[in-house]
C-alpha cells in the first residue's frame, strides 16, 4: 500500500529512541521518496554534553541549530512535488531541547539566534509522533550502541519524554498521528508496518492516535 498523494512532506518525531530515523527511512523507500534526516554523529559536542550537560549543552544545541536550519533552509528551496519527503525531525521542536538543557543567560542567546534565522518553514501534511516509555527509549538507546549516547542518562530520557508529550499537546500546525511505539516494529515486522500505513490512509481528523494493542 501506498500513501496518499496529498502526503508530499511527512515529519517523523518523537525523543531520542523511538525509532524516527529508522521509520522515515522505511518510508521513503517503500514511497520511493526522499529523507531528510538528522546527522547527531557529526555534532563533535553531543559526546561531552551527555557527559557533562552543563559545561556543553550551549555549542551543542547551538551546532545542532544551525546544522537544522541549513537542512530546512534546503528543503525549502527544493522542489518538495517531485518526490516525497520524509524527515525525522521538524526544525520548529528545536527550542524544546534548548528549554530542557540551557541555563537561562544561555537560553536567552540561544532565543535570540533562533529569531535571527528568519526561516520560511514548509509545513508537514502529516506529523507521525513515536511515543514510547522512559524504559523503552533507555532499552533502544543501549541496544543501539552509538558512541555519542553512551552517557545518556535515563532521568534525561525522561525528562525529554515528557517535553515532547507537553509539546504535541498543544501542536495544531499539522496533522498528527500519535502512535505507541512500545510493541510496534516497523523495520522488522512486515505486519506493524502494513498496520501503519493503512492507519495513514485512513487519517481524516486533525489528530488520531494508533497502537498495536499487544
Not at 146 to 169: C, G, Q, V
Amino acid at each position: 500500500m501506498k500513501l496518499p498523494e496529498r502526503l508530499r512532506y511527512v515529519v517523523v518525531e518523537g525523543p531520542i529512541g523511538a525509532g524516527k530515523t529508522s521509520l522515515a527511512r522505511l518510508l521513503a523507500e517503500h514511497c520511493g521518496g526522499t529523507t531528510l534526516l538528522e546527522d547527531p554523529a557529526a555534532n563533535p559536542f553531543l559526546d561531552g554534553f551527555y557527559r557533562d550537560p552543563r559545561r556543553n549543552a550551549l555549542p551543542a544545541q547551538l551546532f545542532f541549530l544551525f546544522q537544522r536550519a541549513n537542512q530546512v533552509r534546503d528543503l525549502a528551496q527544493s522542489d518538495l512535488f517531485r518526490k516525497a519527503t520524509f524527515a525525522d525531525f521538524m526544525f520548529e521542536k528545536d527550542p524544546l531541547f534548548a528549554e530542557l538543557t540551557l541555563r537561562d543567560d544561555e537560553l536567552k542567546l540561544y532565543r535570540q539566534i533562533y529569531a535571527h534565522l528568519s526561516l520560511q518553514l514548509p509545513v508537514p501534511d502529516l506529523v507521525i509522533y513515536l511515543q514510547a516509555t522512559p524504559q523503552t527509549l533507555t532499552e533502544r538507546v543501549q541496544r543501539r550502541a552509538a558512541t555519542y549516547e553512551r552517557n545518556i542518562s535515563d532521568d534525561y530520557l525522561k525528562r525529554l519524554s515528557d517535553a515532547y508529550t507537553r509539546y504535541f499537546h498543544q501542536y495544531q500546525a499539522a496533522p498528527v498521528l500519535i502512535v505507541n511505539s512500545d510493541n510496534l516494529n516497523f523495520v522488522d515486522s512486515s505486519r506493524d508496518f502494513d498496520l501503519l500505513l493503512q492507519r495513514i490512509a485512513a487519517m481524516r481528523g486533525p489528530r488520531e492516535f494508533f497502537s498495536s494493542g499487544r
